[in-house]
């Protein structure tokens, strides 16, 4: 009982404290110019958080500072980007200019959606593989009907489903793949099904379960774990 009434305590202490604290930045909106209300409240719908994680390192934190007065300013963006699973080239970075939209944590990973003048279209960039940020002297202007919660990434209409042994189930949930849509128990293990583009998004991850994990389909990716197995043991051959 004392636990339960603690535990009330510590949800309705932080209801009045959230309670006062949106009363008290209202009254500092109230009196702030109507530009940088606009500004101000822009910037607030621009940062979603989908799951916490781990504090950034100096680099990330200098990046995310960037972004968000080009988000506010509207400035084009420009930066080297490693695109890790590109169809044209798997190493040679390219150099990109964005409108930046908004930003974006998920599962610790910040992403910056953008206007990209390269697709010509909305894309989602991992601030991990950005360098060399630079805002331009170009601005832009943000499309009216704009918001964040309607966007959505790019179509992933690849579905695979992989068994891993029990003794690492455990594991896989604790270091799930941001790919993973469902899992189900087994008697042989944990059936994970994962939502992909392309092949190549998750081919590492798998890789470093080893022999814990059996790719159940598509028969494509069976294939090329095979393949993946023999080169590394080519590797190792004496």
């Known amino acids: 009982m004392l636990l339960l009434g603690s535990d009330f305590m510590a949800q309705n202490f932080d209801a009045q404290y959230r309670q006062a604290a949106q009363a008290a930045g209202r009254k500092i909106a109230g009196v702030l110019p109507e530009k940088l209300r606009d500004d101000v409240d822009y910037l607030q719908k621009s940062i979603r958080f989908v799951a916490f994680g781990t504090a950034h390192n100096p680099t ?3 990046l995310l500072q960037q972004l968000r007065r080009a988000i506010i ?5 420009r930066f080297r980007y490693h695109t890790r699973h590109s169809r044209e080239s798997q190493h040679a970075p390219t150099v990109r200019e964005a409108n930046p939209y908004g930003l974006v944590h998920i599962y610790n990973v910040w992403n910056l959606l953008a206007y990209c003048h390269m697709r010509k279209d909305v894309r989602v960039f991992r601030l991990d593989r950005m360098e060399d940020l630079e805002l331009l002297t170009k601005t832009f202007e943000r499309p009216a009907n704009f918001a964040m919660q309607e966007q959505r990434s790019e179509v992933r209409d690849i579905t695979v489903r992989v068994l891993f042994a029990k003794e690492v189930m455990r594991w896989v949930r604790e270091s799930r793949s941001y790919y993973m849509v469902a899992e ?3 008697p042989e293990g944990l059936v994970v099904t994962l939502k992909i ?6 081919v590492q991850w798998l890789l470093g379960w080893g022999r814990h994990m059996q790719v159940l389909e598509p028969a494509s990716l069976r294939r090329r774990m095979v393949e993946e197995a023999e080169r590394m043991l080519r590797n190792h051959a004496p």
């Open 60 to 62: 990330e934190q200098e």
């Open 73 to 77: 300013e509207r400035t084009t963006v």
């Open 184 to 186: 189900e128990e087994t």
């Open 197 to 202: 583009r392309q092949e190549s998004e998750i």
